[in-house]
T-cell receptor, first 113, second 110 residues
Framework: DAGITQSPRHKVTETGTPVTLRCHQT?????MYWYRQDPGHGLRLIHY???????DKGEVSDGYSVSRSKTEDFLLTLESATSSQTSVYFC????????????FGDGTRLSIL | RKEVEQDPGPFNVPEGATVAFNCTYS??????FFWYRQDCRKEPKLLMS???SGNEDGRFTAQLNRASQYISLLIRDSKLSDSATYLC???????????FGTGTSLTVIP
């Protein structure tokens, strides 16, 4: 299995609080992605990174920010969590972007009360 | 039109049956395609990559039809352990992103 670790695995928090999810890889892959998965919507891209300090928005980026200060770490921050951000969040990595498949972390289950 | 479309199913098939799923895509320039399986409450796992006309791995065969812009996944001799959701994934034009279908649910019945 690809060396991808997401933390925390589960989190329950309250509306309005900041939340940071971490994705750590040991594969030295250039591309890293954050997705959310909700019933009826499938996987939707939040943000992705194509190198250190290089990030871009995805389909559902509002309310989220990201940072990538090292190749191995990609952080997803919810500045002020809302109940609509309750979801399962997956991190994925890819060596060459769309030309090779992604590999996913185990996911983070986030509940915003 | 969505970038990637799949029949959500569910497909309920008996053990030993052959089942096929189709996935249509809108970007005619796409060069690579991927099938993932996802078990309930788990992460998607890569099942198969398709870079040319098709690919085969044991009981699983993926076929690409560029003219009609669809890829299919064929599962022969279905096992109970094949029960999962199967996701079709196509890279975006930019080459950096991926488009995911919403998945096709398969249940193999004893």
């Amino acid at each position: 299995d690809a060396g991808i670790t997401q933390s925390p695995r589960h989190k329950v928090t309250e509306t309005g609080t900041p939340v940071t999810l971490r994705c750590h890889q040991t594969e030295n892959h250039r591309y890293m992605y954050w997705y959310r998965q909700d019933p009826g919507h499938g996987l939707r891209l939040i943000h992705y990174s194509y190198g250190v300090k290089d990030t871009d928005k995805g389909e559902v980026s509002d309310g989220y920010s990201v940072s990538r200060s090292k190749t191995e770490d990609f952080l997803l921050t919810l500045e002020s969590a809302t109940s609509s951000q309750t979801s399962v969040y997956f991190c994925a990595i890819s060596e060459r972007g769309g030309r090779q498949p992604q590999h996913f972390g185990d996911g983070t289950r986030l509940s915003i009360l | 039109r969505k970038e990637v479309e799949q029949d959500p199913g569910p497909f309920n098939v008996p053990e030993g049956a052959t089942v096929a799923f189709n996935c249509t895509y809108s970007n005619s320039a796409s060069q690579s395609f991927f099938w993932y399986r996802q078990d309930c409450r788990k992460e998607p796992k890569l099942l198969m990559s398709v870079y040319s006309s098709g690919n085969e791995d044991g009981r699983f065969t993926a076929q690409l039809n560029r003219a009609s812009q669809y890829i299919s996944l064929l599962i022969r001799d279905s096992k109970l352990s094949d029960s999962a959701t199967y996701l079709c994934v196509v890279p975006a034009n930019t080459g950096n992103q991926f488009y995911f279908g919403t998945g096709t649910s398969l249940t193999v019945i004893p």
